[in-house]
């Protein structure tokens, strides 16, 4: 019996449970959410979890366990292909011509079904929702369709102006969907460099009146307008503007920004890529009594450093319909 592929969004820090298009339940991972509906912006990358049982191998795979695990992922440097590892997408919806639906890596993984022990295969597909879905909110779903040798499946998904996720070393796309998490049981370190590209951490924090980069996804189109699939060839501002909110409070998480929230240095499109976006922002004075980073070393466990500052200051991008933190590391003065 031909299986259709099974998929559903990764979403928050896990996946949520799934009952696989097939004889067989198996636990697909952890999390608070449903899989579906989900929610996006235009131009968004998103991570897909797709069971490739019963496709006759449609998707690449060999075992992670092994040391031969399969990850194919599009050209850097170039636009991204419609089709990747005998993966295609159609997309489908309010629009009389159905626009393109790049992907930029598929990997192989495995979850260990409950019922039997025998392994299911899965696979990570990170697509880029089309700059031509219409941004309608919660009442008009959009549908994209997965297409392979084993079948297809559809599932649906909403369209709102932006989707800020500043990302993280824990991202499926960067880190892989075999990716450690943190140790510390606090959220995945955020991706913010500095100047130099180099990283902002608690060995190398930013500092006051600093410039600072943090990279996201779903900032929506901008302005001129990007097209979807396409090399970003120039840094181009978005059509949303975001605003900023600073927490000196340690390991913060996010907050909406308020209306007269300052504007980022800089929101938009990252050249050189495709589907990624920078907040170029100025990191503000240090109030006094701001903890420096304390980060739990290697190889130790979380009880033996119950206070670990993983950031001392969280900064919140805010958009018309989303908001997310950036966990940065910045340096305080000696007493």
Do not use: W
């Not at 991972?29 to 509906?37: A, D, F, L, V, W």
């Not at 998480?253 to 589907?275: F, H, M, N």
């Amino acid at each position: 019996m031909q299986r259709l592929l099974t998929l559903f969004i990764a979403t928050g820090t896990g996946l949520a449970a799934q009952n696989l298009a097939s004889d067989k339940v198996g636990l697909m991972g952890s999390g608070y959410n449903s899989p579906i509906p989900f929610y996006v912006a235009p131009g968004q990358l998103v991570t897909l979890i797709a069971n490739d049982s019963g496709t006759d191998g449609a998707i690449c795979f060999k075992s992670p366990f092994s040391g031969d695990s399969c990850s194919v992922r599009a050209p850097g440097g170039a636009d991204l292909p419609t089709t990747l590892a005998g993966v295609s997408f159609g997309f489908s919806g309010y629009l009389t011509t159905p626009p393109p639906v790049p992907i930029l890596k598929v990997s192989g993984f495995e979850a260990r079904d409950n019922a039997d022990l025998t392994n299911t295969v899965l696979a990570a597909i990170t697509v880029q929702i089309p700059f031509e879905a219409p941004p309608g909110g919660s009442d008009s779903p959009e549908t994209l369709t997965a297409k392979t040798n084993g079948g297809v499946s559809q599932i649906d998904f909403y369209v709102y102006p932006d989707q800020v996720h500043i990302l993280t070393g824990c991202d499926s796309f960067i880190a892989g969907p075999y990716a450690p998490g943190s140790s510390t049981g606090l959220p995945c370190p955020s991706i913010v460099t500095h100047a130099d590209g180099s990283p902002v951490s608690a060995s190398s924090p930013a500092n006051p009146g600093e410039e600072v980069v943090a990279y996201a996804v779903g900032l929506g189109q901008t302005n001129p307008p990007l097209a979807t699939g396409k090399l970003v060839a120039a840094a181009v501002p978005t059509a949303t503007t975001f605003g900023l909110d600073f927490n000196y409070h340690p390991n913060a998480l996010a907050s909406k920004p308020l209306p007269s929230a300052p504007a980022p240095v800089y929101a938009g499109a990252t050249p050189g890529y495709v589907g990624l976006y920078q907040v170029n922002f100025v990191v503000p004075p240090v109030p006094a009594g701001t903890p420096p980073c304390y980060v739990q070393p290697p190889s130790s466990t979380p009880r033996l450093y119950p206070n670990v500052v993983q950031s001392n200051l969280t900064v919140s991008v805010g958009g018309m319909s989303s908001f997310d933190g950036a966990r940065i590391c910045v340096a305080v003065p000696s007493p």
